[in-house]
């Protein structure tokens, strides 16, 4: 039986960088649990349409800033910033009783369909919004592929696409992604669109190039 590897797990300080830094105390487990609920909580509560790449945590002592970079940043701030004041107080209420000092920060994606992770979610939300999978393949492709940096493409979905009795996974790519090479630039992001005949999973890979 074979196993396929996450390709982020192996290049790790390479090529990217844990999401949680700073200090954490002995009580590791309760505090990576904590950091676990917020990522949770910021994708469910502004949604897919909001195209969160990632939620990065930093602590110092009992002060917790919380960095959410979205290709969106109106959807995630609201009107006056209300939106994200919301959002702080449910954190601060559910999760940390009021004990912690928590810091909300909103940064722009500056080449969103770079992200593996945002064209994850315009690809699910384009299947759940009933659009043959065949063309939102092929303009997700074309979008990546002219993007500044990015060297190859690949989006497979899997499940009863566009309605058929048989599930079957479908893939479409473009350009190169070496996958075996550390040096390798890749990020990759798996995303589910619940759809009215049920879940269709969707995998995206985008290469930008090799690091040294």
């Known amino acids: 039986m074979t196993f396929k590897t996450h390709p982020k797990v192996y290049r790790f300080k390479k090529i990217t960088d844990w999401l949680s830094r700073g200090s954490y105390s002995k009580n590791l487990a309760k505090e990576l649990e ?16 909001a195209m969160i790449e990632k939620v990065e945590l930093e602590r110092v002592g009992d002060k917790i800033n919380v960095l959410i ?18 959002f702080k107080q449910k954190i601060k209420s559910q999760i940390f009783k009021g004990k ?3 810091r909300v920060e909103i940064r722009d994606v500056q080449f969103p369909w770079a992200s593996a992770e945002i064209v994850a979610q315009w690809v699910a939300l384009q299947l759940e919004k009933r659009i043959p999978y065949r063309k939102v393949l092929k303009q997700a ?18 499940g009863r696409l566009d309605g058929v009795e048989i599930a079957r996974s479908e893939w479409m790519k473009k350009g190169s992604l070496p996958r075996t090479t550390i040096r390798s630039d890749i990020d990759f992001a798996v995303k589910d669109a ?10 995206v890979w985008v290469y930008k190039g090799e690091r040294e």
């Open 100 to 102: 912690k000092e928590l």
């Open 69 to 86: 970079y979205t290709a969106k940043p109106g959807l995630v701030i609201g009107q006056k910033g209300e939106l994200v004041e919301k």
């Open 194 to 203: 619940k759809t009215k005949v049920g879940i269709v999973g969707v995998k």
């Open 141 to 158: 492709l074309e979008k990546v592929s002219i993007t500044k940096g990015v060297k190859g493409v690949k989006i497979q979905v899997s």
């Open 34 to 49: 904590e950091d676990f609920k917020i990522r949770e909580m910021v994708f469910s509560y502004f949604g897919k349409k």
